[in-house]
């Protein structure tokens, strides 16, 4: 073939890059598709079970998912040594049938303990030694249990204060800080493919959360702890300024090599809704995406419920709620539309 030819073919195969696309997407899927970033939801498991229109919407919009609450150890193992897997089984099965990836959320945290392991602890029959030994059962049970299944695991959430200081958790207390690299090892070694994350909120912004985290990544790093990416929980209110330095600090973070998401994205505000309310709500939203599409390294965005109709906010933020893409009757809201319509950069 004559080189003139051999080019115009290589043009011809080369896929249209993704920002020439023609078409805006059809649905969240679509977007995630022509971006490369996948799109995830939490998932309410008891609404998954009951109600047929919610899964219909999960499994049409999303390409990833995240149990709410299902994985949290107080959900597995609620008494010593009583495992109840069913929910997270559940969504781990109705993923694959739907075509989904799963993030694993969530192995070491503070809250949503099991009351037999706080309580034990903190009248001293559970030590030190059976502490460590009880964590690295349950990294490692969990961890096998779905290996191959979970595409990525929040290994450890909020480990870090507002101030900077590392929590003070039974586990910093009890384990001191080693306690993290160990985490990471356990996870490694029980699913050696499934990649490992450091979760956090406030983490878009707030200064002495960013340097302790990125000093703690850099740490584990020399010491050759298998850590892979970073988790954005990003749980945003229009009553704050959307956190404009984010896609900054996305990059600091994969500058050290780790991948990036968005973990837990909702945008609350206080109620009632008012159309102004939810034209500013739909901003955050669509800054969150062209924030990740920004930077090269996020890859999955994960919104916190997809439905007003099961969000934890007004449970959580007194007169506070219509955090979600889609109102409690599954009717795309402003911030639905305008994710659709970002432009995708990349
Ligand atoms: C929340 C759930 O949404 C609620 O249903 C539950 O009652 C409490 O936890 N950061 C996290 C999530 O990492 O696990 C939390 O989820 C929200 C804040």
Redesign the pocket.
């Known amino acids: 073939m004559k080189p003139l030819i051999i080019a115009l073919a290589l043009v011809l195969a080369a896929p249209l890059p993704a920002s020439a696309h023609p078409r805006p997407p059809r649905d969240l899927r679509q977007l995630a598709q022509q971006t490369g970033v996948r799109i995830g939801s939490?998932v309410?498991l008891a609404a998954l079970r009951a109600e047929s229109d919610y899964r219909r919407v999960l499994n049409r919009e999303f390409n990833h998912v995240t149990a709410?609450?299902a994985m949290?150890w107080e959900s597995v193992e609620p008494q010593r040594g009583v495992f109840t897997w069913d929910d997270a089984d559940t969504l781990v099965e109705s993923a694959r049938r739907n075509r989904q990836q799963v993030r694993g959320?969530?192995l070491v945290?503070h809250?949503?303990l099991p009351a037999w392991l706080t309580a034990g602890v903190e009248d001293g029959s559970i030590d030190a030694t059976e502490l460590r030994g009880i964590l690295r059962d349950h990294i490692t049970t969990q961890v096998r249990r779905y290996k191959g299944k979970i595409r990525a695991w929040?290994v450890v959430?909020?480990v870090v204060e507002e101030d900077g200081t590392m929590r003070q958790s039974i586990w910093l207390k009890h384990l001191g800080p080693g306690y993290i690299a160990d985490a990471f090892r356990w996870a490694h070694r029980a699913d050696p493919h499934a990649r490992l994350f450091i979760?956090d909120?406030n983490l878009e912004w707030n200064a002495p959360k960013i340097e302790t985290t990125l000093s703690l990544v850099k740490e584990l790093q020399a010491q050759r702890v298998p850590i892979h990416g970073v988790g954005f929980?990003g749980?945003l209110g229009i009553q704050y300024d959307y956190p404009g330095d984010w896609a900054n600090v996305m990059r600091r973070f994969a500058d050290l090599g780790l991948e990036v998401a968005i973990?837990?994205l909702d945008v609350r505000m206080e109620l009632p809704v008012t159309p102004e309310k939810l034209a500013t709500q739909a901003t955050y939203y669509s800054r969150a995406m062209t924030d990740c599409l920004s930077v090269r390294a996020c890859r999955e965005l994960t919104v916190?419920?997809f439905t007003d109709r099961h969000s934890?906010v007004p449970?959580?933020f007194e007169g506070q709620g219509a955090a979600c893409l889609l109102d409690e009757n599954l009717a795309p809201k402003p911030a639905y539309q305008a994710l659709l319509a970002v432009k995708n950069a990349r």
């Open positions: 939490a309410d709410e609450n949290k959320h969530t945290w809250n949503q929040d959430n909020e979760n909120y929980q749980h973990t837990e916190w419920g934890w449970g959580w």
